[in-house]
């Protein structure tokens, strides 16, 4: 992981925490490709990201995404539209709890792998449930979140404001969001079975209060009232349409109000992330950080802050 | 067969909604589910080390499959509960039951985690 402006910001103000986040994104890398490529390498597949192009796999996003970590972390290079791998990477070690806490994820997607590759087919969201939650409720994607909800500035609004949590899925965002700031919150989620999860999860902390659960797909947002603040968390390639969503997003804004995005990005760790995502569910691969920005730029909006690290985008945005 | 997989102990539980007494055996530490033979009331009861019990409550609803009978109730893999479960999932296990831990259940659940013994 290289040292960006966010990290050798975080140096400065909490050299402990740098060196922690940097050792977690290392060993998340490290772990998820060693564990790919072994997968591959035991279901002689290795051969066939050789010899055939990306384009030729039945899904090509995920041939193109995993070929492209290979190349990100080293151990292999595009000759054209085919890999070459230069060399296989060794068992790591993992000793940070946020990564142990994502191996049985981490396994799962190698363990899948080698079919996905060769027939398209991915998990079913229902019946891997407990997965793709895990995927989105890792205490690795909580360390995100609530980085970008400091960040972002979420915790200033006050007890009266209101933030709309944009598909919460799995509800981390939901309770990091109760945890960190004072606002109300408006979850706005279409699945019916995600719902349960965050009544469920949003009563077991005591928050009902605060909590409004609105059943809508982004895409399709009409609140009663303009909000002060959306918070979207790893929300643009998991919806069909990201453009419209940001102009929904736009529309049920105050004209003070603000967007809060994290968001993994098509670079560096994000391309891991990238990969797990699309597995569980998410309808593309992630966006790179410049189409992230472009998009909320297209939507009217003026981006007022920008950080993150290679793979990992914290943003704000306000209506111009 | 371990030492403790050999114990196991009689134990008068009295329904919370029609105060019926039933005597079950149980045998190992841990969350157990029970549905009274009288009345149908759903209970939890989380037993300690010794078998002793350190919780009975009445709930709404259980995923007992073995009605009016002592059954434990366990997550099939804890690595798989996510951060937003997990303080719930360590309470329990100390014998502790949160308030609204019936919402808990429910999530654990409704993830396909929680499963009951044969």
Redesign the interface.
């Known amino acids: 992981m290289p040292i960006t402006p966010f990290l050798l910001a975080k140096f400065f103000s909490d050299p402990k925490e740098a060196m922690r986040l940097l050792r977690i994104a290392s060993e998340f890398e490290n772990y998820s490709v060693w564990r790919m490529y072994s997968a591959l390498q035991e279901s002689q597949l290795l051969r066939q990201l050789q010899e055939k192009p990306w384009w030729e796999f039945p899904d090509k996003d995920l041939a193109r995404n995993l070929g492209d970590i290979f190349v990100y972390k080293g151990y292999a290079a595009w000759k054209g539209d085919a890999l070459v791998f230069k060399s296989s990477p060794a068992r790591p070690t993992v000793s940070t709890s946020e990564v142990a806490d994502l191996i049985p994820v981490i396994d799962k997607v190698a363990q899948m792998l080698p079919r996905a590759l060769l027939t398209g087919e991915k998990p079913s969201l229902i019946e891997d449930r407990a997965y793709y939650s895990k995927l989105l409720g890792s205490a690795a994607h909580k360390v995100l979140t609530d980085i970008t909800i400091e960040v972002t500035g979420l915790p200033t609004l006050s007890e009266s404001a209101v933030i709309v949590d944009l598909l919460p899925r799995a509800g981390l965002s939901t309770l990091s969001l109760l945890e960190r700031t004072r606002a109300r919150i408006v979850a706005v989620e279409p699945l019916p079975q995600n719902i349960e999860l965050i009544k469920n999860l949003v009563k077991l902390v005591g928050q009902q209060e605060r909590v409004v659960i609105v059943q809508s797909s982004p895409e399709a947002m009409k609140l009663p009232e303009k909000v002060n603040a959306v918070f979207a968390s790893s929300v643009m390639h998991w919806v069909s349409n990201p453009h419209l969503v940001l102009t929904r997003v736009r529309e049920n804004l105050r004209e003070d109000g603000f967007l809060a995005v994290y968001q993994p990005c098509y670079e560096g760790g994000g391309l891991i992330l990238s990969l797990f995502h699309y597995f569980f569910g998410a309808v593309r691969v992630v966006p790179k950080s410049s189409e992230v920005q472009e998009l909320i730029r297209q939507a009217g909006f003026k981006i007022t802050k920008a950080t993150g690290s290679r793979g990992f985008l914290a943003l704000r945005a306000e209506p111009q | 067969m371990s030492h403790a997989a050999l114990r196991s102990k009689s134990l008068k539980l009295t329904c919370t909604k029609c105060h019926e007494d039933s005597v079950v055996s149980i045998s190992s530490e841990g969350m157990h589910a029970f549905v009274c033979p009288f009345c149908g009331q759903p209970h939890l009861i989380l037993v300690d080390a010794n078998l002793g019990i350190r919780d009975f409550r009445p709930v709404s609803s259980l995923p007992v499959r073995k009605p009016f009978e002592i059954a434990k109730v366990k997550v099939k ?1 804890e ?7 997990k303080p ?1 999932w360590e309470m329990v296990k100390r014998g502790v039951l ?4 019936e ?2 259940f ?2 654990l659940e ?4 929680l499963e009951v013994e044969d």
């Open positions: 893999d690595s798989l509960i996510p951060v937003t479960l719930f949160p308030p609204n831990f919402e808990g429910a999530a409704a993830l396909g985690l």
